[in-house]
Nanobody
Framework: QVQLVESGGGLVQAGGSLRLSCAAS????????MAWFRQAPGKEREFVTA????????YYADSVKGRFTISRDIAKVTLYLQMNNLKPEDTAVYYC??????????????????WGQGTQVTVSS
């Protein structure tokens, strides 16, 4: 059974930084893409960024390009999201997701079979 456990959320002032982690377990993720999505109150779940686990190719939403960086540690089976220059509009619950072959359409939630429980990120102005 795949488990994804996020950590690292919290409260930060605008312009600050946070690093989220997602510890993955339960299978080999060689053919997977892993991603971060977020959902703000009253809004739909939104794609943030994704990475193909083996090749390391990355994909970003326009809203976070140049501010957020996705990475993974293959040995630790852990996904990271470094968030810099945070803005109040980045406030949301952030979810880690994994999907086999999801790098074909990395921005589509339906491509991801497994989801973490989410971690809250709040950016104050």
């Amino acid at each position: 059974q795949v488990q994804l456990v996020e950590s690292g959320g919290g409260l930060v002032q605008a312009g600050g930084s946070l690093r989220l982690s997602c510890a993955a377990s339960g299978r080999t993720f060689t053919s997977y893409a892993m991603a971060w999505f977020r959902q703000a109150p009253g809004k739909e779940r939104e794609f943030v960024t994704a990475i193909s686990w083996s090749a390391g190719s990355t994909y970003y939403a326009d809203s976070v390009k140049g501010r957020f960086t996705i990475s993974r540690d293959i040995a630790k089976v852990t996904l990271y999201l470094q968030m810099n220059n945070l803005k109040p509009e980045d406030t949301a619950v952030y979810y880690c997701a994994a999907g086999i072959g999801a790098y074909v359409r990395p921005g589509q939630p339906a491509m991801y079979h497994f989801w973490g429980q989410g971690t809250q990120v709040t950016v104050s102005s």
